[in-house]
């Protein structure tokens, strides 16, 4: 019997043509990453994905400039939430309709369907395992308030999304609160987040507050002295995939995407130690309780938070 995504594939390429034997995908994926998630979908369909990789900012920048100088290169973009939904303000994509829509969790997926959720950013607690005890470990964050955490813990620079949807979630008066509070901790303060967990993993850092559970878990697969916790309240970020509007290889751009979305490429993510965000793959690393950032609120209100940040934590 044939799978759904093999169903799914063969109805979408049927009408494609010659022109649909390649994909172009911009991502800030990692290439490790990128690159294998690529191959097993060329193995599958015996369509060639060429792939541009870089940073979140960059991957917006290289889409707006090509769009507003109608140069039609991309099919696919997949990089993080609110970058995503930012190219969605600009008409950057097309709706996006999968028949693996009804695996994801409905209050995930944006109302207007232009980009979908395909894998997740856990803010994690991680911690280096030769200096720190599990059991140590608070169970919510307000427990790193302790004094004896002081000069024991760091935070990446950008995360004010973290903060902002902490403090929504707990009240302004006490959210704000605790984080004048974590910012008299003295945190120590890196920029980037795979860099945070390398520090963590050296024992620079014994406990970062803001990791992503995927740079900690595969860290902690190559065996390195890490490992994480999803002390309360966790808070998920969503990275996501769109089809751009005027994509040049639409059917085949259409089966990606299918592919991603699909128990099968969902699998390859956590594999690599990824979150994936489908409800049909189950992993430790998204069995918890979490609240999702608002992509649309972290852009709307972005330079009050980052005001908020910066003279927290930056310009101390």
Known sequence: MRTLLAIALAATLGAAGAQDKTVVLYTSLAPTESGPLGQAFEKKSSIKVEIWRALSEKVVQRALTEARARRNAVDVI???GPEME????????????SPYLADIPPAAIPKHRQWIPDRLNFFVVGYNTSKVRREELPKDYRGFLDPKWKGRIGLEATDTEWMATLVKRWGEAEGLAYFRKLADMRPDVRKGHVLLAELIAAGEIPVGLTVYNSNAESFKRKGAPIDWVPVQPVVARSQGIAIARAAPHREAAQAFVDFVLSPEGQSLYESMGRVPVSTKVRTHMNQFEYTLV???TVLDEQDKWTREWDKLFIQK
């Open 78 to 80: 997949e990089t993080n």
């Open 86 to 97: 930012m190219l969605a303000r600009e008409g950057l994509f097309a709706e996006l309709k």
């Open 294 to 296: 608002d992509p649309a």
